[in-house]
Nanobody
Framework: QSQLVESGGGLVQPGGSLRLSCAAS????????IGWFRQAPGQERDGVAC????????DYADSVKGRFTIHRDSANEMIYLEMNNLKPEDTAVYYC??????????????????WGQGTQVTVSS
């Protein structure tokens, strides 16, 4: 059973915004690298954004740079993905993930140990 629970997905018009949340109950996020991924129908799961455990390093897919922001609330064990200026091509199931590794790095690939079940984001007029 996943210990990560995503929420905040839904239907939004192009140009709109959504904030995805991921509850990481029982995890001290200061010791985990964090990632957000997405998978569109018929496509592979792709990395969208990541944040190192130190909080000092982030990385974003080129397609979302300047529009998406990853951040965390360690005190409340929550992870967020702020998504602005959404486009139809952002439509996908979005997943959060954790890697139990302390350091100033993260990766946009299947490096992570723990995955959520996903939340659907649909961008359409």
């Amino acid at each position: 059973q996943s210990q990560l629970v995503e929420s905040g997905g839904g239907l939004v018009q192009p140009g709109g915004s959504l904030r995805l949340s991921c509850a990481a109950s029982g995890r001290s996020l200061d010791y985990y690298a964090i990632g957000w991924f997405r998978q569109a129908p018929g496509q592979e799961r792709d990395g969208v954004a990541c944040l190192s455990s130190t909080g000092g390093f982030t990385d974003y897919a080129d397609s979302v740079k300047g529009r998406f922001t990853i951040h965390r609330d360690s005190a409340n064990e929550m992870i967020y993905l702020e998504m602005n200026n959404l486009k139809p091509e952002d439509t996908a199931v979005y997943y959060c993930a954790l890697k139990d590794q302390y350091g100033n790095h993260c990766y946009l690939n299947a490096w992570y140990d723990i995955w959520g079940q996903g939340t659907q984001v649909t961008v359409s007029s």
